[in-house]
């Protein structure tokens, strides 16, 4: 078992990443990092209900359970901020999801105290915002 999670690991690091834009209308681009394992997607310029100003946002961050714990959540994310133009990146979790809130907030984002709650496919989900703010973070 433990060869297979090295070979796993090594398969995480060395795949490529690869990039898409998958929507560019209105000023608002959202553009998709894959990988094996998973798939991130970012906008440079944060939708309106990013309460953020002038704020970039991880719209989405899936890595897949079987490559959960091997780093490529945490590279998928590095890849988006690289990319993105704004100190400030915002983000909306499913409320009661605290694997992926402590994932951000291990990562240096932070809850707000905003929520949202939409109708999807006839169910009403919550979510949180959560914030990252890089130029703090550097001054820590």
Same mark, same amino acid.
Not at 80 to 94: A, E
């Given at each position: ?12 690091? *060395?795949?490529?990443?690869?990039? =898409?834009?998958? +929507? ?16 991130? %997607? ?6 309106? =209900? ?8 991880? %719209? ?9 714990? +091997? ?8 890849? %988006?901020? =690289? ?5 400030? *990146?915002?983000?909306? *979790? ?9 994932? +951000?907030?291990?990562?240096? =984002? ?10 999807? +496919? ?8 959560? *914030?990252? #703010?890089? #130029? ?5």
């Amino acid at each position: 078992q433990i060869t297979a999670k090295i070979l796993l690991l090594k398969a995480i690091i *060395v795949t490529p990443i690869t990039r =898409f834009l998958i +929507y560019d209308k209105d000023g608002v681009s959202l553009l998709l990092i894959h990988t094996r394992g998973g798939f991130a %997607c970012y906008a440079k310029e944060a939708r309106e =209900f990013i309460t953020l100003p002038g704020a970039s946002e991880l %719209c989405a961050l899936y890595v897949l359970k079987e490559y959960q714990g +091997y780093g490529l959540g945490e590279r998928l994310l590095d890849e %988006c901020l =690289f990319l993105l133009p704004h100190p400030q *990146v915002g983000l909306l *979790v499913l409320e009661g999801n605290r694997q992926a809130i402590g994932f +951000y907030e291990h990562m240096g =984002f932070r809850l707000t105290g905003r929520r949202r709650t939409d109708q999807l +496919y006839g169910a009403e989900i919550t979510e949180l915002e959560m *914030v990252l #703010d890089r #130029d703090r973070a550097s001054r820590n």
